[in-house]
Structures are given as C-alpha cells and as structure tokens.
C-alpha cells in the first residue's frame, strides 16, 4: 500500500516549457487535491477533483490544467511555464471532504 | 471570509514545555477544522481534527481547544519534544457556504524544540 505518489520529485524547467505532474492513490480514495506550498504562504489549493472525470478550480488555478481519466490518478499539467510558478506541488487524497487528506511527498519544480 | 489566520510564524519551546499555537476564522459555515504537522521534506501529514460540536479533544501529549462565539481553535502540545520540531498548519472547511468542502490553511507555525 503506496498511499500517495508523486512523479517526478523534483523538475527544472526553462521559461515557456510544459510539464506534467503526475499524481497516484491506491486507496480508493474519491477526492484528489493539488496544491502548492510557498515560503510563509501555506497551501493553497490549485485545482481538486471530487471524482473520476470531474475537475474544479480552488484558489490558485491560473497557468495549470489538470485531468483525472482514471480514479486513482490526478494530473496537473502546466502548458507554459513561468517563474512564478516555482514551487513545492503537493498532491492529496481523501475519501470524503471532512475525512482526512492523505498528502503526497511532494514534487519540486524550479523554473527558470 | 475564506481565511484563517495562525500565529505564531515560529515557536522555540524548551523541551518538557508547552507548545500552544493559535488559529482564528471569520467563516462561520466552517465546521471541520484540522491541523497537520509537516516535517522537512515531506507532506504534511493529519495530527488531530475537531468539529464544532466539542470544545475539546486530546490524543495523547496534542490536545486542540475549540472557541465557536471567538471562532479561534489552538493546538496544545504538552511535555514538548524535540521530534515535535517540525512545522504546523491549521486548516477549515465547510460543506456549505463557499469553500465548497476544501481546506483552507493557515500560513504555518514552525516549531522548535531545544533539548
């Protein structure tokens, strides 16, 4: 049992390059989360989805793209990057909304 | 409306001490509020959750005090160690009432321990 995987753990890119995140869960888990963690800002929540086929946008969703084809898989795309986006990309699970996030290692991404 | 706000940024504690960590909310539709511990390197990681319904709840040395007319919630940790060193975050959610059932998270608190 693998819980939450995360590939790659960490990406530099150049300016206007894409990248694909790519999220795993083999708990069955219904609600998957991406989420980005900068210096004194938290976690904000990019984009979540609340099953198979559905996608929604959270706080941060501008530059990023996610699709979720399978339930245990949760992709975060970034067609053109930008430094701003340099960040830590955490992705998450859960089985219900209150019911705990289950949290990935994380994926670093630099982009320069 | 959509934020918690956490204080203190950071925390030195001396090992054996009390470690107590503040959060405070303006949404009154939230009624989940969790907090995560993350070390270095690694996700974040659910410590202990508490609903509205108590104003206590402990699980083991963590204990989270719950104030629904100040709409504030803390983190105590007692008998502090220096493994608790890792950062905290406070979280909330609601069902209804815009957060649409995702988390909103405080900023973090680092935690020290010193042996």
């Known amino acids: 049992n693998a819980g939450v995987t995360q590939t790659p753990k960490f990406r530099v890119l150049k300016t206007g390059q894409s990248m694909t995140l790519l999220c795993a869960q083999d708990?069955?888990?219904?609600?998957m989360y991406w989420y980005r963690q900068d210096p004194g800002m938290g976690l904000r929540l990019i984009h979540y989805?609340?099953?198979?086929?559905?996608?929604a946008k959270g706080e941060v969703p501008d530059g990023y793209n996610v699709s979720r084809l399978k339930k245990q898989n949760f992709l975060l795309g970034l067609e053109s990057a930008a430094p701003s986006q340099t960040s830590v990309y955490f992705c998450?699970?859960?089985?219900?909304?209150?019911?705990?996030?289950?949290f990935g290692p994380g994926t670093r991404l630099l982009v320069l | 409306q959509q934020q918690v706000k956490q204080s203190p940024q950071s925390l030195i504690v001396q090992k054996g001490g009390i470690s107590i960590i503040n959060c405070a909310y303006e949404?009154?539709?939230?009624?989940?509020f969790p907090w995560y511990q993350q070390f270095p390197g690694k996700g974040p990681a659910l410590l202990i959750a508490?609903?509205?319904?108590?104003s206590e709840k402990k699980e083991g040395r963590f204990t989270i005090s719950f104030n629904k007319s100040a709409k504030q919630f803390s983190l105590h940790i007692m008998d502090s160690q220096p493994g608790d060193s890792a950062t905290y975050f406070c979280?909330?959610?609601?069902?209804?009432?815009?957060?649409?059932?995702?988390?909103?998270f405080g900023k973090g608190t680092k935690l020290s321990v010193k042996p």
């Open positions: 998450a699970s859960s089985y219900l909304w209150d019911e705990t996030q289950y």
């Open positions: 708990m069955n888990h219904e609600y």
């Open positions: 989805s609340v099953g198979e086929g559905t996608t």
């Open positions: 949404n009154t539709a939230f009624d989940y």
């Open positions: 508490i609903r509205p319904d108590v």
């Open positions: 979280a909330a959610s609601a069902k209804y009432g815009g957060s649409q059932g995702n988390l909103i």
